[in-house]
Protein backbone atom coordinates (compact mmCIF):
# COMPACT_ATOMS: atom_id res chain seq x y z
CA UNK A 1 0.00 0.00 0.00
CA UNK A 2 1.34 3.68 -1.03
CA UNK A 3 2.22 5.62 2.57
CA UNK A 4 2.83 9.03 1.98
CA UNK A 5 5.97 11.17 3.48
CA UNK A 6 5.66 12.15 7.12
CA UNK A 7 5.79 15.77 5.99
CA UNK A 8 2.83 15.40 3.78
CA UNK A 9 -0.23 15.73 5.05
CA UNK A 10 -1.83 11.92 5.15
CA UNK A 11 -4.89 13.15 2.52
CA UNK A 12 -2.55 14.24 -0.20
CA UNK A 13 -1.28 10.38 -0.61
CA UNK A 14 -4.81 9.86 -1.69
CA UNK A 15 -4.96 13.19 -4.03
CA UNK A 16 -1.57 12.04 -5.57
CA UNK A 17 -0.90 8.17 -5.94
CA UNK A 18 2.14 6.78 -7.46
CA UNK A 19 2.82 5.32 -11.24
CA UNK A 20 2.33 1.72 -9.76
CA UNK A 21 -1.20 2.07 -8.47
CA UNK A 22 -2.39 3.80 -11.29
CA UNK A 23 -1.54 1.44 -13.34
CA UNK A 24 -3.22 -1.20 -10.65
CA UNK A 25 -6.90 1.25 -10.25
CA UNK A 26 -6.42 1.21 -14.05
CA UNK A 27 -6.38 -1.96 -14.48
CA UNK A 28 -9.23 -2.79 -11.63
CA UNK A 29 -11.21 -0.21 -13.11
CA UNK A 30 -11.27 -1.50 -16.69
CA UNK A 31 -12.82 -4.82 -14.59
CA UNK A 32 -15.17 -3.14 -12.98
CA UNK A 33 -16.70 -0.60 -15.88
CA UNK A 34 -16.96 -3.89 -17.82
CA UNK A 35 -18.87 -5.57 -15.37
CA UNK A 36 -21.43 -2.25 -14.24
CA UNK A 37 -24.78 -3.00 -15.04
CA UNK A 38 -26.48 -1.10 -18.13
CA UNK A 39 -29.65 0.26 -16.70
CA UNK A 40 -31.76 3.00 -18.78
CA UNK A 41 -31.98 6.25 -17.25
CA UNK A 42 -36.33 7.18 -17.37
CA UNK A 43 -36.61 11.16 -18.33
CA UNK A 44 -37.87 13.36 -15.72
CA UNK A 45 -40.17 16.48 -16.76
CA UNK A 46 -36.63 18.40 -15.84
CA UNK A 47 -34.72 16.55 -18.10
CA UNK A 48 -37.45 17.13 -20.77
CA UNK A 49 -37.50 21.26 -20.22
CA UNK A 50 -33.87 21.02 -20.49
CA UNK A 51 -33.72 19.54 -23.59
CA UNK A 52 -35.86 21.44 -24.84
CA UNK A 53 -33.73 24.60 -23.93
CA UNK A 54 -30.61 23.40 -25.27
CA UNK A 55 -32.32 22.19 -28.68
CA UNK A 56 -33.44 26.32 -29.04
CA UNK A 57 -30.14 27.41 -27.81
CA UNK A 58 -28.85 25.12 -30.56
CA UNK A 59 -31.69 26.14 -33.45
CA UNK A 60 -31.08 30.12 -32.32
CA UNK A 61 -27.80 29.79 -33.09
CA UNK A 62 -28.59 29.12 -36.61
CA UNK A 63 -31.34 31.29 -36.51
CA UNK A 64 -29.53 34.23 -35.56
CA UNK A 65 -27.03 33.91 -38.00
CA UNK A 66 -29.51 33.50 -40.55
CA UNK A 67 -31.30 36.47 -39.49
CA UNK A 68 -28.69 38.66 -39.75
CA UNK A 69 -26.62 37.82 -42.59
CA UNK A 70 -27.29 40.16 -44.80
CA UNK A 71 -26.45 42.85 -42.82
CA UNK A 72 -22.79 41.27 -41.88
CA UNK A 73 -19.99 43.17 -42.96
CA UNK A 74 -17.49 41.22 -45.28
CA UNK A 75 -15.16 41.57 -42.14
CA UNK A 76 -16.27 40.53 -38.89
CA UNK A 77 -14.67 40.00 -35.60
CA UNK A 78 -13.71 36.12 -34.46
CA UNK A 79 -11.53 36.84 -31.74
CA UNK A 80 -12.08 39.52 -28.28
CA UNK A 81 -9.77 39.88 -25.86
CA UNK A 82 -10.23 39.47 -22.13
CA UNK A 83 -11.26 43.07 -22.20
CA UNK A 84 -14.39 41.96 -24.90
CA UNK A 85 -12.36 44.10 -27.69
CA UNK A 86 -12.27 42.34 -30.83
CA UNK A 87 -8.72 41.46 -31.99
CA UNK A 88 -8.77 39.43 -34.80
CA UNK A 89 -11.40 39.64 -37.80
CA UNK A 90 -11.84 37.49 -40.24
CA UNK A 91 -14.78 36.60 -43.03
CA UNK A 92 -17.81 36.86 -42.36
CA UNK A 93 -18.43 32.91 -43.03
CA UNK A 94 -16.47 32.12 -39.72
CA UNK A 95 -19.50 32.80 -37.71
CA UNK A 96 -20.91 29.95 -38.74
CA UNK A 97 -18.02 27.79 -36.92
CA UNK A 98 -20.18 28.70 -33.95
CA UNK A 99 -23.34 27.13 -33.94
CA UNK A 100 -21.58 24.39 -35.82
CA UNK A 101 -19.77 23.65 -32.72
CA UNK A 102 -22.53 23.90 -30.62
CA UNK A 103 -24.51 21.65 -32.38
CA UNK A 104 -21.66 19.07 -32.57
CA UNK A 105 -21.29 19.19 -28.38
CA UNK A 106 -24.98 18.43 -27.86
CA UNK A 107 -25.29 15.80 -30.24
CA UNK A 108 -21.65 14.01 -28.75
CA UNK A 109 -23.19 14.73 -25.24
CA UNK A 110 -26.48 13.01 -26.24
CA UNK A 111 -24.83 10.02 -27.26
CA UNK A 112 -23.14 9.86 -24.32
CA UNK A 113 -25.69 10.78 -22.51
CA UNK A 114 -26.98 7.09 -23.21
CA UNK A 115 -24.56 4.86 -22.26
CA UNK A 116 -23.70 5.96 -18.21
CA UNK A 117 -22.55 3.00 -17.20
CA UNK A 118 -19.18 3.56 -19.54
CA UNK A 119 -18.38 7.11 -17.18
CA UNK A 120 -15.48 7.27 -15.08
CA UNK A 121 -16.99 7.69 -11.78
CA UNK A 122 -15.21 9.58 -8.39
CA UNK A 123 -17.38 6.41 -6.21
CA UNK A 124 -17.53 2.70 -7.02
CA UNK A 125 -20.15 1.34 -8.93
CA UNK A 126 -22.19 -1.42 -7.80
CA UNK A 127 -25.69 -2.69 -7.91
CA UNK A 128 -27.06 -0.87 -4.82
CA UNK A 129 -25.81 2.68 -6.19
CA UNK A 130 -25.62 2.40 -9.96
CA UNK A 131 -29.11 3.47 -10.76
CA UNK A 132 -28.47 6.78 -8.44
CA UNK A 133 -25.06 7.51 -9.65
CA UNK A 134 -26.17 7.15 -13.34
CA UNK A 135 -29.02 9.63 -12.95
CA UNK A 136 -26.88 12.21 -11.45
CA UNK A 137 -24.26 11.89 -13.99
CA UNK A 138 -27.00 11.74 -17.24
CA UNK A 139 -28.29 15.43 -15.43
CA UNK A 140 -25.08 16.75 -15.27
CA UNK A 141 -24.36 15.76 -19.17
CA UNK A 142 -28.06 17.30 -19.92
CA UNK A 143 -27.18 20.45 -17.72
CA UNK A 144 -23.89 20.58 -19.39
CA UNK A 145 -25.38 20.46 -22.99
CA UNK A 146 -27.87 23.58 -22.06
CA UNK A 147 -25.45 25.77 -20.96
CA UNK A 148 -22.86 25.06 -23.26
CA UNK A 149 -25.86 25.69 -25.74
CA UNK A 150 -26.40 28.61 -24.19
CA UNK A 151 -23.22 29.97 -23.81
CA UNK A 152 -22.05 29.41 -27.96
CA UNK A 153 -25.49 31.30 -28.94
CA UNK A 154 -24.72 34.39 -26.29
CA UNK A 155 -21.00 34.65 -27.58
CA UNK A 156 -22.34 34.17 -31.43
CA UNK A 157 -25.23 36.64 -30.81
CA UNK A 158 -22.57 39.48 -28.88
CA UNK A 159 -20.18 38.91 -32.09
CA UNK A 160 -23.21 39.99 -34.50
CA UNK A 161 -23.59 42.96 -32.01
CA UNK A 162 -20.23 43.84 -32.47
CA UNK A 163 -20.13 43.79 -36.07
CA UNK A 164 -22.94 45.14 -37.37
CA UNK A 165 -21.32 48.13 -34.89
CA UNK A 166 -24.35 47.90 -32.03
CA UNK A 167 -22.18 47.08 -29.28
CA UNK A 168 -17.78 48.13 -29.27
CA UNK A 169 -17.52 45.14 -27.47
CA UNK A 170 -18.65 42.09 -25.99
CA UNK A 171 -19.25 41.58 -22.16
CA UNK A 172 -16.78 39.38 -21.12
CA UNK A 173 -18.57 39.33 -17.18
CA UNK A 174 -21.35 37.59 -19.14
CA UNK A 175 -18.77 35.17 -20.86
CA UNK A 176 -16.83 34.66 -17.47
CA UNK A 177 -20.16 33.59 -15.50
CA UNK A 178 -21.45 31.15 -18.00
CA UNK A 179 -17.83 29.51 -18.16
CA UNK A 180 -18.31 29.87 -13.95
CA UNK A 181 -22.03 28.26 -14.57
CA UNK A 182 -20.27 25.28 -16.10
CA UNK A 183 -17.37 24.41 -13.89
CA UNK A 184 -19.77 24.61 -11.02
CA UNK A 185 -22.01 22.53 -12.58
CA UNK A 186 -19.57 20.15 -12.52
CA UNK A 187 -18.47 20.46 -9.10
CA UNK A 188 -22.12 19.94 -7.84
CA UNK A 189 -22.86 16.78 -9.59
CA UNK A 190 -19.57 15.41 -8.46
CA UNK A 191 -20.02 16.65 -4.74
CA UNK A 192 -23.71 14.83 -5.15
CA UNK A 193 -22.04 11.43 -6.32
CA UNK A 194 -19.99 11.53 -3.20
CA UNK A 195 -22.81 12.23 -0.93
CA UNK A 196 -25.38 9.36 -2.28
CA UNK A 197 -22.92 6.97 -2.50
Not at 34 to 59: C, D, H, I, K, N
Not at 81 to 89: A, E, I, L, N, T
Amino acid sequence: MFAPPRAVPHWIGRLVPTAAMVRMQTKEEAGARSARPAMAVQWTTGRYVLEAVAVAAVLSGFAILVLAWSKLPERVPVHFSFGGQPDRWGGRIVLLVLPCIGMLIYLGLSLLARHPHTFNYPVRITEENALRQYRISVTMIVWLKTEVAILISGLLGMSIAVAVGHWERINPYATLGAIAAILLTVIFHIVWMFHVR
